[in-house]
């Protein structure tokens, strides 16, 4: 297994072969641009989404809990979305540290950050996909809905989406390794003689799981409560629409950026893309659509809490 130039930090670019460079480049490097992003940037940024993601979202958890008591099916989704936002958040405190120094807590330690990075990341976007499907069955049909749209069936549909996260999330840890890299220990992605069918396999699978199937539906879904609300005759019935429009736009500016670099490392790695300016752009570009990411899977609970408690007063869901 040969890592040109491995990463300084575990993050889901890392897990994507970070730094990858064409086989007849190795001076292609990164130079001060990695080196002021690793040590000053990423450990200021995730400690800075750490803090404001634990308040936050310790703050849904016991307004849904102590206030609300958990009435409705929204507000188990709302639970179980702020949970995955949390199992999220917890790593990048780790990070923090490991992102301007060396892999000092052990291989154990960080499977099981990873294994929480990724859950919550794939939890925090199942989620939201279904708090659109029953906001969707609310309006659209709304004389069966309520059949479906039980805390029971919340509970069990949780668990099941629970169940898909984790079953998705499970190479991630897996593959995660202590290696030595010039006299220092990193925790990293190793591949068993470079397996390329895995990367490749990791890599569409984030960009189908994460933001096409999820974009699809929501699109889907709120076109048609959108129609529905244009023929009803609910007052004021454009604040949901904008509100719901709003929610497809930014779902889609904070995810699109990313996996569409992505796409572009995936290309890379197929050496379809394979000269160093490219190279390094990828790289730039992949540092900061995903610090931009990062800051949707950590609010996204606190968003949805906003837009549910506004919509309330439109339409009862």
């Not at 995730?46 to 958890?61: E, K, P, R, W």
């Not at 188990?76 to 990048?92: E, G, H, M, R, W």
């Not at 709120?222 to 497809?248: A, D, E, G, M």
């Amino acid at each position: 297994m040969n890592y040109s130039n491995p990463t300084s930090s575990l993050n889901t670019s890392d897990y994507y072969d970070d730094y990858y460079y064409p086989h007849n480049a190795s001076t292609c490097i990164m130079g001060k641009i990695k080196t002021v992003t690793s040590v000053v940037v990423k450990p200021l940024h995730y400690s800075l989404l750490f803090v404001l993601g634990l308040m936050g979202n310790s703050l849904v958890i016991w307004v849904l809990v102590a206030c609300k008591k958990l009435t409705d099916i929204t507000d188990v989704y709302l639970l179980n979305l702020t949970i995955s936002d949390l199992l999220f958040v917890f790593p990048l405190s780790f990070l923090a540290h490991y992102a301007s120094g060396e892999c000092i807590f052990g291989n154990t330690m960080y499977k099981l950050v990873c294994g929480s990075y990724y859950i919550g990341y794939h939890g925090s976007i199942f989620f939201i996909t279904l708090m659109t499907i029953d906001r969707y069955l609310a309006i659209v049909h709304a004389v069966h809905a309520p059949q479906v749209r039980t805390i029971s069936c919340g509970i069990l549909i949780s668990l099941a989406i629970w169940s898909l996260a984790i079953l998705i999330s499970m190479p991630n840890p897996i593959f995660i390794k202590e290696v030595t890299d010039k006299n220092a220990t990193k925790c990293m992605p190793y591949y068993i003689d470079n397996d390329q069918p895995w990367k490749l396999f990791t890599k569409l699978q984030v960009s189908i799981m994460g933001l096409l199937i999820p974009l699809g539906i929501l699109i889907f879904c709120y076109t048609h409560i959108f129609k529905n609300l244009k023929k009803s005759q609910i007052h004021n019935r454009c604040k949901p629409i904008k509100l719901f429009f709003v929610i497809v736009i930014v779902f889609f500016l904070f995810w699109m950026p990313y996996n569409i670099v992505l796409f572009l490392d995936t290309l890379r790695s197929l050496h379809i893309i394979d000269d160093c300016e490219t190279s390094k752009k990828i790289d730039v570009a992949r540092e900061v659509t995903e610090a931009f990411s990062f800051i949707h899977c950590c609010l996204s609970a606190i968003i949805y809490s906003y837009i549910n408690f506004i919509t309330l007063d439109v339409f009862n869901a």
